[in-house]
């Protein structure tokens, strides 16, 4: 990991780069530093190309290895899976490789690899093979108090330690518990975001909380089913329905704002100062404001305001209100 960070910051990239290991969050992560540092973000449509393994051609890999770059000195292709590639498509690559323009840079991403591979010894030879262990408590404890203190948000050390205990050493799992427990804070203390062991508790044992925010993501990505799993589970847990409609509808009005701020330009971070939210928060609401056109969301309101009144004063079980709000919303994402 290290020796990539060095080549980002002296900005001298090797040809080609093979990232594998079990760690997904770290090594994924580490790729995408490398895209944001060899091509320009307005350049990307024209001289960056990502391939999953399992789906691509091997003839389309290759073309997009040997293509010059356009407005660029450098063109980048990062092919996912490379576990998933049959071991004759494997050495495919590696032939590509061999030859590829010194204009042409390659990322490969894999689980895991066999060493005794040409692939893997062709990376040696004209570039370099990182590899990302799983952490031991001990270290993912250390990145979690790191990632915690590197987004402004302060969390006990107790707090820490039960994520880790409970969760394990998988960081993208650790991440999602930091993010739950954020939003839960900041929900049940309003402007104060600090986390303890009862939030932790809370959004990592199956409490209606963790339900919830799996609910308004669901809604969110508009799948329909994840979103009706969510729903019934968090009102098993006999949770205010008002409670649940209020925070699906704190999600549609921070998609609806992300979209809106999208539009004029502005940077993820400008989104989450001016919502007054963290970055984050602002990335995912970016993400899904993709799954919706403009109206959908306007009109998602008059749904909202509709739901609200029903749940007040129609006599209707609150179930199936929320189950015919909740499908409305997920009504198919936008083609």
């Known amino acids: ?48 190309t990502m391939f999953r393994g399992s789906e691509a051609g091997i003839s389309t890999i290759g073309s997009a290895i040997m293509a010059p770059p356009v407005l660029s000195t450098r063109r980048l292709v990062m092919i996912k899976d490379v576990d998933s590639v ?26 895991a690899i066999d060493q ?14 990182v590899l990302f262990r799983r952490l031991y408590p001990n270290q993912a404890l250390g990145w979690l108090s790191g990632y915690t203190r590197s987004l402004g948000i302060i969390m ?29 804070a900041g929900i049940a203390l309003g402007k104060e975001k600090k986390i303890t062991i009862d939030h932790v508790k809370i959004v990592v044992s199956g409490a209606p909380e963790f339900g919830i925010f799996d609910l308004v993501d669901a809604i969110g990505e508009r799948n329909a089913s994840k979103a009706l799993n969510s729903l019934r589970q968090v009102l098993s847990f006999q949770e205010a329905p008002l409670r649940i409609l209020y925070l ?18 502005m940077s993820s971070t400008q989104i989450a100062k001016t919502l007054h939210i963290h970055e984050f928060v602002a990335r995912k609401c970016l993400a899904q404001q993709e799954n919706f ?31 015919r709000l909740t499908l409305h919303l997920c009504d198919g994402p936008v083609s």
């Open 1 to 48: 990991m290290g020796v990539i960070t060095s080549d980002i910051r002296r900005g001298k990239f090797k040809q080609v780069y093979l990232l594998y290991g079990e760690e997904s969050f770290l090594r994924d992560a580490k790729a995408q530093e490398l895209v944001d540092a060899v091509i320009d973000k307005d350049l990307l449509d024209f001289n960056y």
């Open 86 to 111: 049959s071991p004759d498509n494997q050495k495919l690559i590696s032939a590509a490789l061999e030859r590829m323009p010194k204009t042409t840079l390659v990322i490969l991403v894999a689980s």
């Open 116 to 129: 005794r591979t040409t692939l893997f010894k062709t990376v040696s030879k004209f570039g370099r093979a």
């Open 156 to 184: 006990d050390r107790p707090a820490q330690e039960y994520l880790v205990t409970v969760l394990g050493t998988e960081l993208s799992q650790l991440v999602a518990g930091v993010e739950k427990a954020y939003d839960y």
């Open 248 to 265: 699906i509808a704190r999600q549609i009005r921070l998609i609806l704002q992300a979209k809106v701020l999208k539009d004029e330009k």
């Open 293 to 323: 056109r403009l109206e959908e969301l306007e009109h998602a309101f008059d749904a909202l305001s509709q739901a609200d009144i029903s749940l007040k004063t129609s006599g209707i079980p609150d179930q199936i209100i929320l189950e």
